[in-house]
T-cell receptor
Framework: SQQGEEDPQALSIQEGENATMNCSYKTSINNLQWYRQNSGRGLVHLIL?????REKHSGRLRVTLDTSKKSSSLLITASRAADTASYFCATVTLYGGATNKLIFGTGTLLAVQP | DTGVSQDPRHKITKRGQNVTFRCDPI?????LYWYRQTLGQGPEFLTYFQNEAQLEKSRLLSDRFSAERPKGSFSTLEIQRTEQGDSAMYLCASSLTEAAPQHFGDGTRLSIL
């Protein structure tokens, strides 16, 4: 079953604009990860944020995590047409003997218009 | 880095037939995962191997599904007596350590006629 919801389900922006995607989850986590998926392809890992971190940057990506609200956001700055893809958040819970399986959200489909 | 390889990329079969998929993880990764993804949804966890040991199976993995990882290298996922509801993308991923990001293959898309 899905861990939570992502918002919005779909987002269309112009090249150069920023894109923000939100993710909510249900249980306590060890870390939260964001993945990108191009149509018909596998998922590519973008960034990982641990439960004791509040913000993380990687290139044009900025991720925030609010464990009190069980939510995260992904910001892509200065978007490019090549950023067009589906974006998924995924949580990992290692407490209570749980394994490193990823529990995914429902995804945001981002379209960047040239 | 040759990445995670899955074979075949596409499989079309008639309802009731058996199918088998193969996953070759990144060579030094001892952790291997199978996920299933239906159209418009995020992937859902099926099963997890650490080396050759299958350590977790999802309730989604009915008795028609079986996965193996002999010698802790490649893995196979077999579906027996396929049903329409088995149509999905089957994704394999591997990781080096427990907390490391997972590397995904491009998946096997299964279509049941």
């Amino acid at each position: 079953s899905q861990q939570g919801e992502e918002d919005p389900q779909a987002l269309s922006i112009q090249e150069g604009e920023n894109a923000t995607m939100n993710c909510s989850y249900k249980t306590s986590i060890n870390n939260l990860q964001w993945y990108r998926q191009n149509s018909g392809r596998g998922l590519v890992h973008l960034i990982l944020i641990r439960s004791n971190e509040r913000e993380k940057h990687s290139g044009r990506l900025r991720v925030t995590l609010d464990t009190s609200k069980k939510s995260s956001s992904l910001l892509i700055t200065a978007s490019r047409a090549a950023d067009t893809a589906s974006y998924f958040c995924a949580t990992v819970t290692l407490y209570g003997g749980a394994t490193n399986k990823l529990i995914f959200g429902t995804g945001t489909l981002l379209a960047v218009q040239p | 880095d040759t990445g995670v390889s899955q074979d075949p990329r596409h499989k079309i079969t008639k309802r009731g037939q058996n199918v088998t998929f193969r996953c070759d993880p990144i060579s030094e990764h001892n952790r291997l995962y199978w996920y299933r993804q239906t159209l418009g949804q995020g992937p859902e966890f099926l099963t997890y191997f650490q080396n050759e040991a299958q350590l977790e199976k999802s309730r989604l993995l009915s008795d028609r599904f079986s996965a193996e990882r002999p010698k802790g290298s490649f893995s196979t996922l077999e579906i027996q007596r396929t049903e329409q509801g088995d149509s999905a993308m089957y994704l394999c991923a591997s990781s080096l350590t427990e907390a490391a990001p997972q590397h995904f293959g491009d998946g096997t898309r299964l279509s049941i006629l």
